[in-house]
């Protein structure tokens, strides 16, 4: 069974602060995908990043950046110079493999709150 | 930019009735889903769809689910007789010809059971 644990529930900080969500997965497949969704107040989920589990180089967009260890099984995002606009429900997933069909298992969700 | 469009954006109904739930998937994709999220809480796997059939269902997904895509353009989730605790915000989600694809989500329908 696939599991993904997201130990923060809410995050509080101050504009231009950074901040990283946690997120660790479980599973037993050796081909999954990992992802990252925004949940703004409007309610839309807003992808933000697929990383297979082949690929364990760590991604920088912008003011967003991504750290997959395998050894430890997390896949942390970083916010760097936090904005007012970044408040919004992260919630990591897994897509896990075999004949799934690319069913994602959610996170719980971290509550980011950016105060101005 | 294509999209996934969902209808109604809001449904109110009473307790035991019918609902349908609505999607427009984007149209080159052969991959299909329906998730829901009871609000505060995580986004969960309902069901996943493809070349006309169930793919994959949770255990959430028993006999007053069904799911359907009549006209190879919308695709449904009807809810038979619903119940309070099918109160919550439902996704549609649609993909590529590929497992792993990125999955773009519709803006969601929240049904709210009285």
């Known amino acids: 069974a696939q599991k993904v644990t997201q130990a923060q529930t809410e995050i509080s900080v101050v504009e231009k602060e950074d901040v990283t969500l946690d997120c660790v997965y479980e599973t037993r497949d050796t081909t999954y995908y990992l992802f990252w969704y925004k949940q703004p107040p409007s309610g839309e989920l807003v992808f933000l990043i697929r990383?297979?589990?082949?690929?364990?180089q760590n991604e920088i967009s912008g003011r967003y950046s991504w750290n997959f260890q395998k050894s430890t099984s997390s896949f942390n995002f970083t916010i760097t110079a936090s904005q007012v606009v970044d408040s919004a429900v992260y919630f990591c997933a897994l897509g896990a493999g075999g004949t799934s069909y690319g069913k994602l298992t959610f996170g719980q969700g971290t509550i980011l709150t950016v105060h101005p | 930019e294509p999209e996934v469009t969902q209808t109604p954006s809001h449904q109110v109904t009473q307790m035991g009735q019918e609902v349908i739930l609505r999607c427009v998937p984007i149209?080159?994709?052969?991959?299909f889903y329906w998730y829901r999220q009871i609000l505060g809480q995580k986004v969960e796997f309902l069901v996943s769809?493809?070349?006309?059939?169930?793919?994959?269902k949770s255990e959430i997904f028993d006999d007053q689910f069904s799911v359907e895509r009549p006209d190879g353009s919308n695709f449904t989730l009807k809810i038979r007789s619903t119940k309070l605790e099918d109160s919550a915000m439902y996704f549609c989600?649609?993909?590529?010809?590929?497992?792993?694809?990125?999955?773009?989500f519709g803006p969601g329908t929240r049904l709210t059971v009285l």
């Open positions: 149209s080159n994709h052969l991959y």
């Open positions: 769809f493809y070349n006309n059939e169930i793919s994959e």
């Open positions: 990383r297979n589990s082949f690929d364990e």
């Open positions: 989600a649609s993909s590529g010809g590929q497992e792993y694809n990125e999955q773009f």
